[in-house]
């Protein structure tokens, strides 16, 4: 769990031996690419060869040291051959001259705002996750859930070795879950390194990844659709990573000196972007997903990557570019499950952008003002009504609201093949056909062998309208509901669609097909996790709307025949104090939330745990979220938190019951522990207050007891 100073140094250099890799071998693809570009498909591809190579090793050597030295191994080769039997290549010439850094925060204004971010999220990843203080291990806000989770995945594939892995808070089960985000972690941790170091390090990298690839993917969508991101790429920035909408007025309402105001900062969850009470559900990006949700931002280290790469692809006609995004996107799957969904839908957008801009002679088809303004309003018009109706006693069937999404998602599809007729291009076709054959090849089996026999429950994929606005209590319309979660960030992407340029449409395009989709189609057990699909088109709704917000200002000026060098910059501040004031507000929080996630007493249990007993032996314990046991140690547990297996997809009813029965019926009780192969019983603060045991004294009687301390006893079966 602690680690030792060999353990951490041999961790920390198999991680940055494949980033190393990584570098290498994109310096030598990608010689094209700008330095900043390369090193970002570098570094990606490091990790998606740590992700991939020592998962495939493990099928035949488990979840070990050998797997782990044949994977790098592996890697080597890889890199040796494509350096050797390549083309002449000149690896770093030209490529790391002295930086001029003034002339680089010129050409890059928005790295004003990505340092500090990034600075700010790491400071918070260290604050919030499991810090030593005085014996007890501590968390953030937005960490004291989910990550119980995750460390129980990377100390279980770590210690068990078995593989394909099993849940350790429900042992038996196959792990469907997209374990790749957890197991990178699992990869440093066997080698001996602190379990706090293996969960952050490739963390640190995976947010300079996100970071640059986020901001690269804005420059590339401006470039290729004929604009330049330099003066828009700050608001857009903004706008994406400080996402919020009008949540602030719930806590200001009252002043800023009010217990109404700072309870922002002391109340657990009640937050401007996080208020249930209030319907507000928009969680912000940096608290809610990239450091909680590690699946996310794994996803999104390769997704916005792979989105460069596809654009880049489109340009230079390139068959390389073409083949590394698609292996990047097949493997993607097992890492996170919901980037490869928006992947796909997106890249069905962007066939049909890219046919119609390649096509030779291009029938152009312009809606007037006019029409946009009454499609648009229609459309708002029809979901407010759905909305109301979900509200009614009469609510739309679920059946109803999935064909719907089906629809909107067959229109996409049609409209793909339909230019790929009317504006047939050859080689164009070829490269997309090459990039789906690619991802296939690898996807298919990874989903037919874990996603898809996890997600075929009926809590899975199926119809719901409005993703998290499900409360009849606190139900708001489709309007209103979006004008407080998404506040300025609902109003400008409208607006651009009725009175935006064609550039600003079609950059929204495919993404507004994922956002209607994911409308109407849940593809999870909890509702909540549909955002994480509606946060990539919200990405491209930001590029969009700073776009419009900058060209709506130029215009003015033009159109008042003035120049009026204030008005940009006036309209730019207005907009971004709007649209990010609630997620500041919201960040403030997360950086002084402290929580204790176990306690001393626990923690000591967890260091005689790793000493004392075999990684493969399995616990009576309480199921707590914030269960030791399972999070530190790797061991089993009979039953786990039903608030990470319910959402899983899995029928954990018996386990946790059956747990209940053998603490509290000392009748039943030896033939359950020999039922789920009990080899140790704790009894402990959390176990006493779950659970009437009605005869604690009598467990000494009928089992040995090999640890007692600090109120904690455990029995050995």
Known sequence: MFGSFIGNVAGISYFLAFQILGILLA????????????????????????????TIYAFFFQFSVKAHLFAFITFVAIVWAVLAFGKEHTL???????????????????????????????????????????????SGQSTYGDMNMHLGFITSIAKQKTFPPEYSILPGTKLAYPFLSDSISSSVYIWGTSLRTAYLLPMFFALIQVFSGVYLLAKKIMQYFGGSIRGKSFLAIALFFFNGGLGFYYFMNKGLFSENFTRIFTAFYETPTNYVQANIQWHNIIC???????????????????????????????????????????????????????????????????????????????????????LTAASLFALTYISLRQKSDTPIEANTLLIIGVLIAAVLVLGMLASLITSWEKQTAIHWGM?????????????????????????????????????????????VFYLKNLGVMFILPVLSLIFGTKKQRRIM??????????????????????????????FFFCVASADFVWDTA???????????????????????????????????????????LY???????????????????????????????????????????????????????AQE???????????????????????????????????????????????????????????EV
Not at 329 to 349: D, E, K, Q, R
Not at 694 to 710: E, L, Q, S, T, V
Request: with cysteine; net charge neutral; charged share 15%.
């Open 554 to 596: 130029v215009n003015f000026c033009e159109f008042t025949k003035k120049r009026i060098h204030i008005l940009r910059p006036v309209l730019v501040t207005i907009v971004a104090i709007l649209g990010t004031l609630a997620a500041a507000l919201t960040m403030g929080r997360e950086a002084v939330a402290d929580y204790e």
């Open 509 to 538: 395009m495919p993404a507004l097909f994922l956002w209607l989709i994911s409308e109407f189609v849940l593809f999870q057990p909890n509702p909540y996790d549909n955002n994480k699909l509606m946060l990539v088109s919200y």
């Open 599 to 653: 306690s001393a007493d626990y923690v000591s249990l967890c260091k005689w745990v790793e000493k004392n007993t075999e990684p493969s032996d399995i616990f009576l314990t309480a199921n707590n979220h914030n269960n030791a046991i399972a999070s530190l140690t790797g061991r089993n547990i009979v039953c786990g938190s039903g608030s990470f297996l319910y959402f899983h997809g899995l029928d954990y009813a």
């Open 435 to 479: 990039f789906l054959g690619i991802v296939l090849v690898i996807a298919l089996p990874i989903l037919f062998t874990f996603t898809f026999k996890q997600a075929s429950g009926d809590n899975f994929v199926r119809g719901f309208f409005n993703w998290n606005n499900s409360n009849v209590e606190t139900m708001d319309n489709y309007i």
């Open 657 to 715: 019951a059956d747990v209940k029965t053998m603490y509290e019926n000392p009748e039943a009780r030896d033939s359950l522990l020999e039922k789920y192969n009990v080899t140790y019983i704790v009894i402990g603060p959390w176990e006493n207050g779950s659970y009437s045991i009605p005869d604690i004294n009598a467990f000494a009687k009928n089992y040995d007891c090999i640890y007692n301390k600090n109120g904690i006893l455990v029995f």
């Open 288 to 374: 809610d997903m990239l450091i909680p949700q590690r699946a996310t931002l794994f996803g999104w280290a390769m997704l916005f990557p792979i989105l460069i790469l596809l654009y880049r692809a489109v340009e230079e006609k390139s068959t390389l570019y073409f083949a590394a995004a698609g292996v990047l996107a097949g493997g993607l799957p097992l890492i996170h499950t919901h980037s490869f969904l928006a992947l796909g839908v997106m890249c069905a957008g962007f066939v049909i952008l890219t046919m119609r801009k390649n096509a030779k002679e291009t029938k152009e088809f312009t809606i007037p003002v006019w029409g946009r303004f009454l």
């Open 27 to 54: 310096l030598y693809l990608f010689q094209k690419e700008k330095t900043g570009t390369t090193l970002l498909f570098g570094s990606v591809f490091g990790s998606f060869a740590l992700h991939w190579l020592p």
């Open 92 to 138: 770093f010439k030209g490529r790391f001259k002295k930086p001029d850094i003034v002339a680089l925060f010129h050409e890059n204004p928005a790295l004003f705002l990505l340092l500090p971010l990034f600075i700010y999220t790491c400071y918070v990843l260290l604050h919030a996750t499991i810090p030593y203080i005085n014996g007890s291990l501590h």
